[in-house]
């Protein structure tokens, strides 16, 4: 009987390891990068949304809000890698920076940054923000754009986003979510508002999943340069198509000879005159001999 008491002590002592070492992991390799569906203050957190001045490429489909600020690394991921997936399934990403405030007197971000966040948020331009996130920061001058410091208007502009993001954070702040930038916002099919903070790619999946998005997407077309036309598709064949004679300009005709008429076709050059007299034959060579053979 004590035999029996001990090795059953051991075993709910080694089902008590397993299940703490399973709960464990199911929380740190799965449940944390799950995002969460948002159950308070949800009309607060759809009012913020609308009300700020985000960018989009279009599309017009249900929206999908990302929110981050420039030098974010993880935020330039995502919407290089991602951003093309969700709008293959239909969704319309809306992109929401700002310009991080001061932290213990130091600086995070540059004058050239708080100006272009308050020109995004004043005119909504998504080609100054394709500009802006294709060109490296430290290269980025915000060139013919006004200046946010020592500006009173888009200096509040400016502000505004930080507050923005304040307020954000604070409505999402019973929802157990750790805010981590870039922090995305959806609503999934049955229209429950998600939350996730999206700084660690695997959490990229659920997002995915949730709008129905592919895990990749073809290659881009190529754009052809300006003036050269796209190359002509072939049939369902595979057969190359016939392609139309080029437009080409006319040839500047040689000093002294006549215009030709665009509308009459040239009449072929005449072959070239035979010399009258015919050219003298060479001169047979003259035989060399030497001691024993004979070379011509």
């Given at each position: 009987?004590?035999r029996f008491?001990?090795w059953s ?7 008590l ?9 199911y929380q740190?390799?799965?449940?944390r990068f799950?995002p ?8 607060v957190i759809q009012q913020?949304?609308?009300e700020?001045?985000?960018l989009s490429?279009g599309?017009?489909g249900e929206?999908?809000y990302i929110i981050?600020y420039r030098d ?6 995502y919407?290089?890698e ?8 239909g969704v ?5 920076v700002?310009a991080r405030p001061?932290?213990?007197?130091l600086a995070?971000?540059t004058?050239a ?5 308050a ?15 294709a060109t ?12 946010a410091?020592?500006n009173l208007?888009r200096?509040?502009?400016v502000?505004?986003g930080r ?11 019973g929802?157990?979510l750790?805010i981590?930038?870039?922090?995305v916002?959806?609503?999934?099919r049955e229209g429950y508002m998600?939350a996730?903070a999206?700084?660690?790619s695997?959490?990229w999946?659920?997002?995915?999943d ?7 997407v073809g290659?881009?077309?190529v754009a052809?340069p ?20 080029p437009?080409l300009?006319?040839?500047t005709?040689a000093d ?12 072929p050059a005449?072959?070239?005159a035979?010399p ?11 035989p060399k001999?030497q001691?024993d053979?004979?070379?011509?």
């Amino acid at each position: 009987m004590r035999r029996f008491f001990v090795w059953s002590a051991l075993a709910a002592l080694l089902g008590l390891i397993l299940a703490v070492g399973g709960f464990w992991a199911y929380q740190h390799f799965y449940a944390r990068f799950q995002p969460v569906t948002v159950t308070r203050n949800q009309a607060v957190i759809q009012q913020l949304l609308d009300e700020s001045s985000w960018l989009s490429a279009g599309g017009g489909g249900e929206p999908l809000y990302i929110i981050g600020y420039r030098d974010s690394a993880a935020m330039q991921r995502y919407e290089r890698e991602e951003a093309p997936k969700l709008r293959a399934a239909g969704v319309e990403v809306r992109i929401i920076v700002f310009a991080r405030p001061d932290r213990e007197g130091l600086a995070q971000s540059t004058a050239a940054e708080r100006a272009t966040v308050a020109e995004l948020w004043l005119t909504r331009d998504w080609t100054l923000y394709q500009r802006w996130t294709a060109t490296p920061s430290n290269n980025w001058s915000a060139a013919g754009i006004p200046g946010a410091d020592g500006n009173l208007a888009r200096g509040a502009v400016v502000e505004a986003g930080r507050d923005f993001v304040g307020a954000l954070n604070e409505a999402l702040g019973g929802e157990g979510l750790r805010i981590s930038y870039p922090l995305v916002i959806w609503r999934d099919r049955e229209g429950y508002m998600k939350a996730c903070a999206c700084s660690d790619s695997r959490s990229w999946a659920f997002v995915r999943d949730d709008l129905d998005a592919p895990d990749r997407v073809g290659p881009a077309a190529v754009a052809a340069p300006d003036g050269v036309p796209p190359p002509m598709a072939y049939p369902g064949d595979g057969s190359p198509e016939t392609l139309p004679y080029p437009t080409l300009p006319p040839i500047t005709p040689a000093d002294g000879a006549p215009i030709p008429d665009p509308g009459v076709t040239p009449a072929p050059a005449p072959p070239p005159a035979r010399p009258a007299t015919p050219p003298p034959p060479r001169k047979a060579p003259q035989p060399k001999k030497q001691d024993d053979t004979t070379f011509f």
